[in-house]
């Protein structure tokens, strides 16, 4: 053990800090430590409506948020700036309402996945691209994720609030339609940026156990114990939340979710047509059925994806 680790064992938070050039502050690469900060953020479900962000700075959080790591310097993501009051207003709609944040942000965004650019590159230098179905979707949304995390945190560090929406799945193929994306660019969810109605962030966001993400030398499955402090400690956002007073149980929540009639399996079609209406499946003439649709109808067809 070095110096520095016996020093920070020892009581100095800072002793292993002072071991890495990177982090010295001579150095001009002083980074703050934001782990205690990002132990206890959490999503602004209310904004001020009259508060307003210049453009600019806008700009300066999505420039920090393309810092993010890539899959191979490919950069399969885009940002939709939604600045017509009507157009939030009709994406609103699609999420079948309870989302006001769209409407009352200073900003919203439709983070994206793109491979539409990269196939224009591609064509650019007289090479050929040919979209995968799997792995765009897949790799698509990770780098997509990565850049939107990166422009929240940016947003955070200057006392703004931010909202993500995943409700635009409810009207996936519809809200790429209203926000203009061609084939080869897929929203998979907003972005709601502004100045929290109350001042700060105040949502009881508690999490699962960290022994319950964090596993060692393989995937441990959670034991009756665990499995009942996942509970309990999710419980405790009831009576401070959008998702139901103290009577609730998380329980229920994962059932909303992830049941037979949940949202998750609901969504399921949704998201297959928004894949094809887009184009992910063309180059393979694929047509895979949803669940309830009728997959002779879907073979009679599948040889006419690629006109779509």
Request: proline share 6%; charged share 30%; net charge negative.
């Amino acid at each position: 053990m070095s110096d520095a680790e016996r020093e920070c064992v020892d009581g100095d938070p800072d002793g292993d800090r002072r071991d890495r050039p990177a982090l010295a502050a001579e150095s001009g690469g002083s980074v703050p430590d934001l782990t205690s900060w990002l132990a206890h953020r959490a999503t602004v479900r209310e904004f001020d409506p009259d508060a307003e962000i210049p453009d600019g700075e806008v700009r300066e959080m999505v420039d920090a948020g393309r810092k993010a790591p890539t899959s191979g310097t490919t950069q399969m993501y885009s940002f939709v700036w939604v600045r017509d009051p009507a157009t939030r207003e009709r994406i609103h709609d699609l999420c079948d309402r309870g989302t006001e944040q769209i409407e009352e942000a200073s900003h919203f965004l439709v983070v994206c996945i793109d491979l539409r650019r990269i196939r224009r590159l591609l064509e650019h230098r007289d090479r050929e691209f040919q979209i995968t179905p799997a792995m765009g979707l897949l790799e698509g949304a990770i780098d997509a994720s990565l850049a939107a995390m990166g422009t929240m945190t940016a947003a955070e560090s200057r006392g703004y609030g931010v909202c993500p929406i995943g409700n635009i799945l409810n009207g996936l193929p519809a809200v790429a339609e209203t926000v203009g994306v061609p084939e080869g660019v897929l929203p998979i969810f907003g972005l709601c940026i502004g100045v929290p109605r109350h001042g700060e962030a105040s949502e009881n966001a508690p999490r699962v156990p960290l022994d319950a993400v964090l596993h060692e030398d393989g995937y441990d499955d959670p034991d009756g114990d665990l499995l009942e402090a996942c509970h309990d400690a999710m419980d405790a956002m009831y009576g401070d939340s959008v998702y139901g007073d103290s009577t609730r149980e998380w329980h229920g929540t994962l059932v909303r979710y992830w049941g037979p009639d949940g949202f998750m399996n609901r969504r399921e079609g949704t998201l297959l047509a928004a894949l094809r209406q887009q184009g992910f499946f063309a180059a393979r003439g694929l047509d895979e059925p949803a669940d309830g649709e009728n997959a002779d109808s879907a073979d009679e067809d599948s040889d006419e994806c690629g006109d779509d």
